[in-house]
């Protein structure tokens, strides 16, 4: 295995079937670009005579659209962005608040991910796209599933205020899991 000698970034980036680390080499002398994907290639392009442009790639289960720019900032210096459906990082993560919950919870001694898209309902666990079932209840929703034989539920629920919209609370064991700050 060959040393990344032309590592210049590295990025961590929380989708709904994991936290996925890229990973980019860009040799400025022969024009190398290597794109690594949770330590996998991606992309390998040798002797690039033009050092600025543009790598596209798709990340996770997903498959969700990702993009490196490279541009030139002066002189032999380079500035590389990430981005994730067309947006920046930063732009990309704070749009996945709104759009997401994501709980943190251990069973059994294994840590669990979950995280709900709340403009589909999906529910993924670990990577994986949970089966769910869904009943209507007096005060909102639920929405079941299973976690190592463990019966877990997602309440939606009014929060009456129309700026703070639905709330979502993961239930499991009946205690409430705590939300996840990524």
Request: cysteine-free; hydrophobic content about 30%; charged content about 20%.
């Given at each position: 295995l060959e040393k990344m000698t032309d590592l210049v970034a590295v990025w961590e980036v929380a989708l709904s079937d994991g936290v996925h680390k890229i990973e980019f080499e860009h040799g400025t002398t022969s024009g190398k670009r290597v794109v690594y994907v949770d330590g996998k290639e991606e992309i390998r392009r040798e002797w690039m005579f033009k050092l600025v442009g543009k790598e596209t790639f798709t990340v996770g289960a997903t498959k969700t659209k990702a993009a490196i720019n490279i541009d030139a900032v002066s002189g032999f210096a380079y500035e590389?962005?990430?981005?994730?459906?067309?947006?920046?990082?930063k732009k990309y993560m704070e749009n996945r608040l709104?759009?997401?919950?994501?709980?943190?919870l251990s069973l059994n001694g294994t840590d669990y991910r979950v995280v709900l898209e709340k403009d589909t309902m999906d529910v993924w666990c670990n990577g994986q796209k949970m089966e769910t079932a869904g009943e209507f209840v007096e005060d909102g929703t639920?929405?079941?599933?299973?976690?190592?034989?463990h019966s877990c539920c997602i309440k939606a629920v009014s929060s009456g205020k129309r700026k703070e919209g639905i709330i979502h609370t993961l239930i499991v064991n009946n205690r409430e899991i705590p939300e996840a700050v990524e």
């Open positions: 590389y962005t990430l981005e994730i459906n067309g947006k920046s990082l709104k759009t997401t919950n994501t709980w943190i639920e929405t079941h599933f299973t976690v190592a034989d």
